[in-house]
């Protein structure tokens, strides 16, 4: 193998710039009062928004790109969506209160899960989260240990500390679950409720985790705050880099002489104009390190993972077998257990990285990792490092377009929508490592998504293991199939990726909601849980 070792856990890391807070994710928005409206919004918002896209139009004027330091978000697992995104939502509402004066009033904290996070909230960990979240826990910097049993071995009548400060009664019930009501606004949407000791309302707040640890606030407009998100967004809408298409994106290309990772570039430091360029290196390797980091974590940890189905690990195993067969071990068994490692360990609840969400977090590491082992002939340490930028920055502008067009959340367009805009990512990152043009990357993303339409999802016993951890090999397999036919032609071909993009939306809306993260159809009702 090239630069990274497979066989020891990499060392840690050497203190770098931190990454910067992702400010589409936490809405620093001031509280407002309960009001009688409180009824779920269908439209959508723009990709700066936190929205997934496809459920409402978000508006020709405003551009695709989302930052890699805010689409490769470094969390917990097991999921994006019904982990993360619930944590992040109980966080901004302990800060709205706090910022409102109501606080230190509070007594009681009730929260209803509805469709998605209601159906599989509980194998998902979604409970746990919320629990973390009230506390005043961050995805990116919680111990993971102290979520895991956060509700679920939660002593009723023992006290939570709001925000880490402000003492009140909880019990488990405290949370409920609706799993077969469905607001308009998304299908993975809670409802907190803030109550006095008289059994006052103090806040009413219904969120919506759209996919990839991105959460909307119902009733906020895009920019709503007037503060750094409207600021961004009206940046990202005059950048002379923004794009909505696949076919606007590669016209810029043309018209620039660049890269796809080079307008990605551009496009970072226009709609952050604070940012400086080493400041975005230093975020995206650090996403590189947890990247890498988890891989190796999985190679060498053993052992069953939660839940009832008691799924033994086998990342660990294989790369024993592995290494004891150097001269027969091909480069994809190597590429296969990346992902496994990987999915193994946001399975167990451990720290990942969303790309784009946690149920797809195997694929893009374990393709990136697949090149810098097997593939890379760059003669240097900082050049093996500026590829891999290249990598998740080309990966970054394709999974903008299928979060703002389409979707990335399983609840929302099934598991097309996650593991399907993955491994495109990591096609047309792989493409554009391997000297590709756009035309090349745009066809080996448009190659490894058309083969992905229709996935369903369908997690047997509601957790993030069946059939999802074996999926992400498969789909990584998939990544390098897609870059290597590209690679083989000149760009050219018959169905662009605007299409399959806009076919994938189209899926997901026509799917059944017993494919779509509920585990009431599919593997979920016919493999026996024991």
Same mark, same amino acid.
């Given at each position: 193998?090239?630069?990274?070792?497979?066989?020891?856990?990499?060392?840690?890391?050497?203190?770098?710039?931190?990454?910067?807070?992702?400010?589409?994710?936490?809405?620093?928005?001031?509280?407002?009062?309960?009001?009688?409206?409180?009824?779920?919004?269908?439209?959508?918002?723009?990709?700066?928004?936190?929205?997934?896209?496809?459920?409402?139009?978000?508006?020709?004027?405003?551009?695709?790109?989302?930052?890699?330091?805010?689409?490769?978000?470094?969390?917990?697992?097991?999921?994006?969506?019904?982990?993360?995104?619930?944590?992040?939502?109980?966080?901004?509402?302990?800060?709205?209160?706090?910022?409102?004066?109501?606080?230190?009033?509070?007594?009681r904290?009730?929260?209803?899960?509805?469709g998605?996070?209601?159906?599989?909230?509980?194998?998902?960990?979604?409970?746990?989260?919320?629990? $973390?979240?009230?506390?005043? $826990?961050?995805?990116?910097?919680?111990?993971?240990?102290?979520?895991?049993?956060?509700?679920?071995?939660?002593?009723?009548?023992?006290?939570?500390?709001?925000?880490?400060?402000?003492?009140?009664?909880?019990?488990r019930?405290?949370?409920?679950?609706?799993?077969?009501?469905?607001?308009?606004?998304?299908?993975?949407?809670?409802?907190?409720?803030?109550?006095?000791?008289?059994?006052?309302?103090?806040?009413?707040?219904?969120?919506?985790?759209?996919?990839?640890?991105?959460?909307?606030r119902?009733g906020?407009?895009?920019g709503?705050?007037?503060?750094?998100?409207?600021?961004?967004?009206? $940046?990202?809408?005059?950048?002379?880099?923004?794009?909505?298409?696949?076919?606007?994106?590669?016209?810029?290309?043309?018209?620039?002489?660049?890269?796809?990772?080079?307008?990605?570039?551009?496009?970072?430091?226009?709609t952050?104009?604070?940012?400086?360029?080493?400041?975005?290196?230093?975020?995206?390797?650090?996403?590189?390190?947890?990247?890498?980091?988890?891989?190796?974590?999985?190679?060498?940890?053993?052992?069953?993972?939660?839940?009832?189905?008691?799924?033994?690990?086998?990342?660990?195993?294989?790369?024993?077998?592995?290494?004891?067969?150097?001269?027969?071990?091909?480069?994809?068994?190597?590429?296969?257990?990346?992902?496994?490692?990987?999915?193994?360990?946001?399975?167990?609840?451990?720290?990942v990285?969303?790309?784009?969400?946690?149920?797809?977090?195997?694929?893009?590491?374990a393709?990136?990792?697949?090149?810098?082992?097997?593939?890379?002939?760059?003669?240097?340490?900082?050049?093996?490092?500026?590829?891999?930028?290249?990598?998740?920055?080309? $990966?970054?502008?394709?999974?903008?377009?299928?979060?703002?067009?389409?979707?990335?959340?399983?609840?929302?367009?099934?598991?097309?929508?996650?593991?399907?805009?993955?491994?495109?990512?990591?096609?047309?990152?792989?493409?554009?490592?391997?000297?590709?043009?756009?035309?090349?990357?745009?066809?080996?993303?448009?190659?490894?998504?058309?083969?992905?339409?229709?996935?369903?999802?369908?997690?047997?016993?509601?957790?993030?293991?069946?059939?999802?951890?074996?999926?992400?090999?498969?789909?990584?397999?998939?990544?390098?199939?897609?870059?290597?036919?590209?690679?083989?032609?000149?760009?050219?071909h018959?169905?662009?990726?605007?299409?399959?993009?806009?076919?994938?939306?189209?899926?997901?809306?026509?799917?059944?909601?017993?494919?779509?993260?509920?585990?009431?159809?599919?593997?979920?009702?016919?493999?026996?849980?024991?």
């Amino acid at each position: 193998m090239h630069r990274s070792s497979a066989s020891a856990p990499a060392s840690a890391p050497a203190t770098s710039t931190p990454l910067p807070t992702p400010s589409l994710r936490r809405i620093p928005a001031p509280f407002s009062a309960a009001t009688d409206s409180g009824t779920a919004r269908a439209s959508g918002a723009s990709g700066s928004s936190g929205s997934s896209g496809s459920s409402g139009s978000a508006g020709t004027h405003a551009s695709a790109y989302v930052s890699a330091l805010e689409l490769f978000s470094i969390g917990i697992g097991p999921s994006s969506s019904h982990t993360v995104g619930p944590m992040r939502a109980a966080r901004d509402l302990i800060e709205r209160m706090r910022t409102a004066g109501t606080l230190d009033g509070a007594a009681r904290v009730t929260v209803e899960l509805f469709g998605s996070l209601g159906a599989t909230g509980i194998g998902h960990g979604t409970p746990d989260a919320i629990v $973390a979240g009230l506390t005043g $826990a961050e995805p990116e910097t919680v111990d993971p240990d102290a979520v895991r049993a956060a509700w679920s071995g939660w002593h009723d009548g023992d006290e939570l500390l709001l925000g880490g400060s402000r003492p009140i009664a909880f019990a488990r019930a405290d949370v409920t679950f609706s799993p077969f009501t469905r607001l308009p606004g998304h299908p993975n949407a809670l409802t907190f409720v803030a109550l006095d000791a008289d059994g006052g309302e103090l806040a009413r707040e219904t969120y919506f985790s759209v996919g990839g640890g991105f959460i909307r606030r119902d009733g906020e407009e895009d920019g709503a705050d007037g503060g750094s998100e409207a600021s961004t967004a009206a $940046a990202a809408a005059s950048a002379p880099t923004a794009f909505r298409t696949a076919d606007q994106l590669l016209a810029l290309c043309a018209a620039e002489g660049a890269t796809i990772a080079e307008l990605a570039r551009r496009s970072e430091l226009e709609t952050h104009p604070g940012r400086s360029e080493a400041e975005l290196d230093a975020g995206l390797d650090a996403i590189w390190t947890a990247m890498t980091e988890c891989i190796d974590a999985g190679l060498h940890h053993d052992g069953l993972l939660p839940g009832e189905l008691k799924v033994r690990r086998r990342a660990a195993a294989i790369r024993g077998q592995l290494e004891a067969e150097p001269t027969t071990a091909l480069p994809g068994d190597w590429l296969g257990i990346y992902a496994l490692a990987v999915n193994e360990q946001n399975a167990a609840g451990g720290r990942v990285v969303t790309a784009p969400t946690n149920g797809a977090a195997g694929i893009l590491p374990a393709v990136a990792r697949y090149w810098l082992d097997f593939l890379c002939t760059r003669d240097t340490d900082e050049e093996a490092r500026a590829g891999l930028r290249e990598f998740l920055l080309t $990966a970054t502008a394709l999974g903008s377009l299928f979060r703002a067009n389409a979707s990335i959340s399983g609840a929302e367009g099934g598991c097309q929508a996650e593991v399907g805009s993955a491994s495109a990512m990591a096609a047309g990152g792989l493409t554009a490592v391997l000297g590709g043009t756009p035309a090349q990357v745009e066809n080996a993303a448009e190659i490894a998504m058309e083969h992905h339409l229709g996935l369903t999802c369908d997690p047997v016993g509601g957790l993030v293991q069946i059939p999802c951890i074996e999926r992400n090999a498969i789909a990584a397999s998939t990544a390098v199939t897609a870059a290597r036919l590209a690679l083989r032609g000149d760009g050219t071909h018959h169905v662009s990726l605007d299409t399959v993009v806009e076919t994938m939306r189209q899926t997901g809306a026509d799917m059944s909601t017993k494919y779509k993260e509920t585990s009431e159809g599919g593997l979920a009702v016919n493999v026996v849980e024991c």
